[in-house]
C-alpha cells in the first residue's frame, strides 16, 4: 500500500500546502504545519497491525511504531514491500513503541478508582527511557530521506537523549541545546553518552529552544516538535492504547503538558480515526501542568485577565498570549518546577495543543510538585518506573476524582511518558519525611 502526503498549514483560513520533501517547520505565515495523508484508510488494517504482532523476525513489524506503518507512511513508499521501506524507515532495532496500558492496584487505590477503571501506559520503557523514541523514529527517517546529515534539538533532556542515540545508530551527527543546569543529570550523560555535540544555553528551555529555531530558519533539520514529522511517530502511542481496549476509547486520556506535541499529536490521531470511521468516540483530554510551570493552565481557564484562550477554528487570540509573555518578562517570571521535563513556559506547540483540547472538550489542571514526587513512589511500589513530569498524570486524576470530574466508573489511560533519570531527588525523596518514604535500616555489626 503507497500513500500520498503532503504539508498543511493547521490554520484553516490560510490552508497553504507545501511539499513532503522540505525541512521547513513553519508556514509561510508563520504557524506551524501538519502531514496530511490523501484518501482514508479501512478499518480492516486493523486485522493486518495485529497480525504483524507476530513480526517473524521483521523489526518494523516488531517495532510499536513502524507495525502502524500506513497511518504514518508519509515517505510514500509500499508498506508491504519490505527492500522498499526498509531502506528508509528508521528503528533502533524494532525496540522503539514495545508498550501498552497496564492496571497498576496501588496507584488505582491511592487515586480513588477500581483498578480495571484506570490504565497507565509506561512509555519509560523505549530504548532511550522516554516516549520520545516514538516520534524520534518517523522524524529521523524523514531526515534521512531528505539525505540530512546533522540534526539538531533543544532539550530538557529526553529529546536529546533520543535524538543522540538514534543519530548515532544511523550514523547522522546530533547536535543538542540543553539549558545549564536545568536537566536531570541521567539525561545529560545520555546525550555524552551517544556522542552528540552538546550545547549548554544559558538560561531555561525557552531560551535553547530559540537558538534552535533560529538555526532552523538557516536551514538546519530541527528535531523538536515543531517538527511535524516527528509528531506522526508519537501518534503511535493512541493506536497501541486502543489496540488494547479493542478500539474502544476510554472516557479521559491525561498526559503532562510540557511542549504540546504529545496533546499535538494524540489530538491529531484522535480527529483522524474519529473521521474514517474507526471510533465512535473522543477520549477527553487532560493536559496536566505542574504548578512552577503554568503557562498553559493559567491562559487556557482565563486565569490572566479573564479571557479563555481557545482554538476557536485557528483564530487563536495572539495577543492574549502575547501580552502574558510580556507580564512574564517584565515580572522575571521563570518557570521553576522539580518536574523539570515539563519545565516550559512557552509551549511552541500551543495552538496545536488548543485544536486538539477543543476537538476532544478536554481540561487543563495544574499539580504541585510534592504530588508529583509522591506519585513517582506509588507508581514504585507497583514496579513501575516514571519521572516527575509522568507522575503528575497520577496525581491530576487523584484531584480530578476528588472534585468529581471525573468519575469511579469512567475509564481513564494515562500516559506515563518517561522513567526517573535523576536518582538524586527520589534518594532525598525517600530520606526525608515523605508520605511514601522509605527510608534504609541501620545495621551495626
Same mark, same amino acid.
Not at 522516554?130 to 533543544?154: P, Q, R, W, Y
Not at 485557528?314 to 502574558?324: A, C, F, P, S
Given at each position: ?20 520533501e522540505t525541512t521547513r517547520t513553519f508556514c509561510d505565515c508563520g504557524n506551524l504545519l501538519d502531514v496530511v495523508y490523501e484518501g482514508s484508510f479501512t478499518k480492516s ?123 548515532? /545508530? @544511523? ?5 543538542? #541545546?540543553?539549558?545549564? =543546569?536545568?536537566?536531570? +543529570?541521567?539525561?545529560?550523560?545520555? %546525550? ?23 538555526k532552523g530558519r538557516e536551514g538546519a533539520y530541527i528535531m523538536n516538535s515543531v517538527n511535524p514529522f516527528r509528531l506522526e511517530g508519537q501518534k503511535t502511542m493512541i ?77 487563536? /487570540? @495572539? ?5 502574558? #509573555?510580556?507580564?512574564? =518578562?517584565?515580572?522575571? +517570571?521563570?518557570?521553576?518546577?522539580? %518536574? ?106
Amino acid at each position: 500500500m503507497k500513500v500520498r502526503a503532503y504539508l498543511k498549514c493547521i490554520i484553516p483560513s490560510c490552508g497553504k500546502r507545501y511539499p513532503i520533501e522540505t525541512t521547513r517547520t513553519f508556514c509561510d505565515c508563520g504557524n506551524l504545519l501538519d502531514v496530511v495523508y490523501e484518501g482514508s484508510f479501512t478499518k480492516s488494517l486493523i486485522e493486518v497491525f495485529y497480525e504483524r504482532r507476530n513480526h517473524e523476525n521483521n523489526i518494523f513489524n516488531e517495532s510499536g511504531v513502524w507495525r502502524f506503518r500506513e497511518l504514518i507512511n508519509f515517505t510514500g513508499t509500499d508498506s508491504e514491500a519490505y527492500d522498499e521501506y526498509s531502506k528508509v524507515f528508521v528503528s533502533f532495532d524494532g525496540a522503539e513503541g514495545r508498550t501498552r496500558p497496564y492496571e497498576m492496584t496501588k496507584v488505582a487505590e491511592y487515586v480513588g478508582m477500581p483498578k480495571e477503571n484506570v490504565l497507565f501506559q509506561p512509555e519509560g520503557l523505549n530504548p532511550s527511557g522516554s516516549f520520545k523514541d516514538n516520534g524520534i523514529a518517523t522524524g529521523l527517517t524523514h531526515a534521512k530521506m531528505l539525505g540530512v546529515k546533522e540534526v539538531i534539538c533543544a532539550s530538557t533532556g529526553n529529546t536529546s537523549a533520543s535524538v543522540a542515540m538514534y543519530a548515532a /545508530n @544511523e550514523g547522522i551527527k546530533a547536535s543538542i #541545546y540543553v539549558p545549564k =543546569d536545568e536537566i536531570a +543529570l541521567g539525561k545529560l550523560a545520555q %546525550a555524552f553518552q551517544f556522542n552528540a555535540c552538546v550545547y549548554q544555553v544559558i538560561g531555561n528551555f525557552d531560551d535553547a529552544l530559540k537558538v534552535v529555531l533560529q538555526k532552523g530558519r538557516e536551514g538546519a533539520y530541527i528535531m523538536n516538535s515543531v517538527n511535524p514529522f516527528r509528531l506522526e511517530g508519537q501518534k503511535t502511542m493512541i493506536y497501541r492504547m486502543l489496540e488494547y481496549l479493542n478500539w474502544n476509547p476510554p472516557d479521559w486520556l491525561v498526559f503532562p503538558r510540557g511542549n504540546m506535541g504529545n496533546c499535538s499529536a494524540f489530538g491529531k490521531a484522535i480527529m483522524e480515526l474519529y473521521e474514517w470511521g474507526w471510533i465512535k468516540k473522543k477520549p477527553r483530554f487532560v493536559a496536566v501542568d505542574a504548578k512552577g510551570s503554568n503557562t498553559f493552565y493559567t491562559l487556557y481557564n482565563g486565569l490572566y485577565n479573564g479571557e479563555p484562550l481557545r482554538w476557536n477554528n485557528g483564530n487563536v /487570540n @495572539e495577543d492574549l498570549i502575547k501580552d502574558y #509573555y510580556s507580564y512574564l =518578562d517584565k515580572n522575571n +517570571l521563570k518557570p521553576k518546577t522539580i %518536574a523539570t521535563a515539563i519545565q516550559i513556559g512557552r509551549p511552541v506547540n500551543i495552538k496545536k495543543g488548543l485544536r486538539s483540547l477543543e476537538y476532544t472538550n478536554g481540561i487543563s489542571v495544574q499539580v504541585e510538585d510534592k504530588d508529583m514526587e509522591d506519585g513517582i513512589a506509588v507508581v514504585g511500589s507497583n514496579g513501575f518506573d516514571c519521572e516527575h513530569a509522568s507522575a503528575s498524570c497520577v496525581a491530576a486524576i487523584k484531584k480530578l476524582v476528588e472534585e468529581e470530574i471525573i468519575k469511579k466508573d469512567d475509564k481513564v489511560v494515562a500516559i506515563l511518558t518517561g522513567r526517573l533519570k535523576d536518582p538524586d531527588a527520589m534518594i532525598k525523596y525517600h530520606l526525608g519525611n515523605n508520605r511514601f518514604s522509605n527510608p534504609p535500616k541501620i545495621v551495626r555489626i
